[in-house]
C-alpha cells in the first residue's frame, strides 16, 4: 500500500520547531545561567499548586502566597517537576511559607521573611532544576512558530516572506533569552500568537480558547482581546474568554485567601503599577525605554515596524481588513507599557510578533526593487542578530544595556 508523501511545508515546518527547540533548550540548560527574577519566582509556587493547588511560597514583596502572577506557567513547572519525579525536590519554597505562615500568618516581619528568602534562594541556585523551571517556556515558544508563520505568511501573501519573518523574529536576542527562561514571556506570547490566529481566520473557538487560557498565564495578553474588540467595535469572542479566564482566576484567589490576592495581586500587581500608588523602584523614562528596546532589537527594525504599522491600520482601515487588528495590537501595546510604572524591555515583546507582522505585511505589499530592497534589510537584521549572539561568547545575558531582563 502507498502512503502519500508527507507535504514539503509541514516537513519544513516539522525541522524548524525542533532546530528551534533544540536552540532554545541549549541555551536554557548551557547559556543562561539561573536567574532568581524569573526562573526562582516562577518556580517557588510550582509545588504548592501541584500539592494543595494555593500558590504558598517565600516572596520577595512582604507576603507567602505567590498571587503577582497567574498561575499556569507554576502550574505547567510543577507538572513537569512530577513527571520527572524532582516534584518533592521543590517542596522547600512551600514549607518555607508554612513554618513562616505558622508563627506569624501570611504577613511576616521583613528580618524573618527575608532570612527566608535568602535560604530559599540559596537552595534554589544550588540545585536550580533548570529543564523543570525552563521547558514549558522552550515548549510553549516551540509552539507559537508555527503560529507565527501562517499568521506573517498571510499578512505577507508571502511563504518567503512568511519564513524571513519568523527569523528575524526568533533572531532577536531577547527573544531567545526569554523564550529560554521560566519567565512569563513565552507562555503569553504564544497564547497571542493563537488569538491573533483565530481573530485572522475567524475561528470563534480558538479565539475564546486562547483569551480564556491568556488570562490564566498573564494579565498583558488582555491587549490583543482589547484591540480586537475596538477594531470590530463588537464585544469580541478572545474578550469574552479572556474576560471569564480572568473572573475565574479572581475567585480562585478569592477562594484561596482572599487578603493574599487582594494584597498581592489586585493591589501591588494591579492598581500600583497603574495608577503609580508606589513604584518601590527607579525605572527609566518613556524616552529611555524606547532607547533600550531599540538598542537591544537593533536600530533599524524599531523604524521599519513603526513605518509597517502605520502602513497596515491605514490600508486595512480602508479595505476593512481583519488585519488591522495586528498593527492595534502593537499601538495599543505600546501605549499600555510606556504608562505602567514597571517600564522594562520584557514588557514590551508583548508586541513585537505584532510589530514584526506589520513589518512583514508592508515588505509584502510592496513591488519591485522597493520590496526586495527592504527584504534583504530584513536579512541584515537576522544577520546582525546572529553575530550578536554568536559574539556574546555564551554571554547572552550581556546583551541587554541596562542588564536588567
Known sequence: ML??????????????????????????????????????????????????????????HCILYQF?????????IGGVAWFRGSLDDLAYHYELAKGLEKKWGIFPPADALNEAVEESRRRFLADPHLLETRLPSILFATASLPLLFLILERMAGSSRLGGLGCLLY??????VVRSSHGGYTAVSIFFLLMIAY?????????????????ALAKHPVGILPAAAALWTARFQPALMGFLLG?????????????QAFWVDFIWSHLLDRIFHLNTGGSYPSVLQLWRQFNQVQGFLFLP????????????????????????????????????????????????VPALVAALIGFVGSQKGGLRWCLA???????LHNILRIVGSGGNLLGLHPSGDW
Open 376 to 382: 534583504g534589510l530584513i536579512g541584515v537584521m537576522i
Open 198 to 214: 483565530g481573530i485572522l481566520w475567524e475561528n470563534r473557538r480558538i479565539q475564546f480558547i486562547g483569551g480564556f487560557l491568556g
Open 68 to 76: 503577582g502572577d497567574p498561575p499556569l506557567l507554576s502550574f505547567c
Open 304 to 351: 521599519l515596524a513603526a513605518v509597517g504599522v502605520g502602513w497596515m491600520l491605514i490600508h486595512s482601515r480602508r479595505t476593512k481588513s481583519a488585519e488591522g487588528v495586528i498593527p492595534l495590537w502593537a499601538v495599543i501595546g505600546a501605549g499600555a507599557f510606556s504608562i505602567v510604572d514597571w517600564r522594562q524591555t520584557k514588557h514590551l515583546m508583548y508586541i
Open 170 to 175: 526568533f533572531t532577536f536576542p531577547e527573544v
Open 246 to 258: 480572568f473572573l475565574c482566576l479572581v475567585l480562585y484567589g478569592l477562594w484561596v485567601h482572599p
Open 3 to 60: 502512503r502519500r508523501p508527507v507535504p514539503v511545508h509541514w516537513a519544513v515546518a516539522a525541522i524548524g520547531c525542533l532546530l528551534l527547540f533544540l536552540l532554545l533548550l541549549t541555551c536554557a540548560l548551557v547559556f543562561i545561567p539561573p536567574m532568581l527574577d524569573h526562573d526562582w519566582d516562577s518556580q517557588s509556587a510550582a509545588y504548592g499548586l501541584i500539592h494543595a493547588l494555593t500558590p504558598m511560597a517565600v516572596t520577595d
